[in-house]
């Protein structure tokens, strides 16, 4: 025994040899699951969405500031560049959108059986990435 | 057991109450469920309304930001908006930034570029509304 709170981890196994029973495994050797990679987008769709933020504040004070500054933000809007992290905003609301009603279903308290959990979950998936392609395809069509 | 014999996910809100890193985490919770139900009309509004006017110029989309009820439903969603990812990521920071003048150190820092963000945002939005 190397440290004296390994002591409780001292057990025997169903024929009796003695071990020391595992610690829960590091992150990195969990096999990836639908309900922890979900958990895990939704922190990070939520912090890249606060980035969106900044975009939406530039273009309420560049449309208060007049056609100029308008332009301005127009223009970056629309380059390669601009388009692209409109793609990724967009993409990220819709799975955060959608699997935030998960999660406030959960929260008044359905849906926590595990088959539904994860019926739910691919459920989510879908409807975010279905979402994201038919506003884009309605905006770039109307465009 | 009381998870329902391994079937169920949840765990009891009753044994969580009152701990975790920030100690008074059941009204910020609460406050990212009612922003979060907020968010979810006034964000599908805030689309459907930008999908509308795509390709309209200066002009014309001060004037929509600019309608009384447009107005108002832009400063619920920058409320509700402000609010959802400050207490979000007030959450994100208590779970990865650690001693305790790190993490008020960055809770701080956060909260002031939010609250300067959200004021820069309305004062547009009021001066939209008056503007017109
Ligand atoms: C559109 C409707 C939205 C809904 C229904 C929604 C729902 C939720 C819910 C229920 C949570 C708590 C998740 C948990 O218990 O871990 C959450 C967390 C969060 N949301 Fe939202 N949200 C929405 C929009 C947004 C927006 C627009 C942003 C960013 C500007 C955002 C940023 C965040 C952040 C940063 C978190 C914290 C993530 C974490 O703690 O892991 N959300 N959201």
Redesign the pocket.
């Known amino acids: 025994m190397r440290d004296v709170r390994e002591a409780l981890m001292a057990g025997r196994t169903s024929d009796g040899k003695p071990v020391l029973r595992p610690l829960s495994p590091h992150l990195q050797v969990y096999r990836p699951q639908i309900t922890s990679v979900l958990s895990i987008m939704?922190?990070g769709s939520?912090?890249w969405?606060?980035f969106?933020?900044i975009l939406l504040v530039w273009w309420l004070v560049a449309l208060a500031g007049g056609a100029g500054a308008f332009a301005a933000v127009q223009r970056f809007l629309g380059s390669w560049f601009g388009m692209l992290l409109l793609f990724l905003w967009t993409a990220a609301?819709m799975f955060?959108?959608s699997n935030?009603?998960r999660?406030?279903a959960w929260?008044a308290g359905a849906g926590f059986e595990k088959p539904t959990y994860h019926a739910s979950g691919w459920t989510v998936v879908a409807a975010a990435a279905l979402l994201t392609v038919l506003l884009w395809v309605i905006g770039l069509a109307l465009g | 057991m009381a998870n329902g014999g391994n079937m169920m996910m949840r765990s009891t809100l009753g044994r969580v109450r009152a701990l975790g890193a920030a100690r008074h985490g059941l009204a910020d919770w609460w406050g990212?469920?009612v922003t979060?139900?907020a968010?979810?009309p006034l964000?599908v509004w805030f689309v459907i309304s930008l999908l509308a006017h795509r390709g309209a110029d200066a002009a014309g989309m001060a004037r929509w930001a600019g309608r009384p009820w447009n107005a108002v439903l832009l400063l619920a969603l920058l409320i509700a908006?402000f609010q959802?990812?400050a207490l979000?990521?007030q959450?994100?920071i208590e779970d990865y930034v650690h001693g305790e003048a790190a993490k008020l150190g960055t809770l701080l820092a956060m909260k002031a570029a939010l609250a300067l963000l959200w004021l820069a945002a309305i004062l547009a939005v009021l001066k939209l509304a008056f503007a017109g």
Request: proline content about 0%; glycine content about 16%; overall charge positive.
């Open positions: 939704h922190r939520g912090i969405l606060g969106g933020t609301l955060h959108f935030g009603m999660h406030l929260d | 990212q469920r979060a139900a968010l979810v964000s908006l959802h990812l979000g990521l959450v994100v």
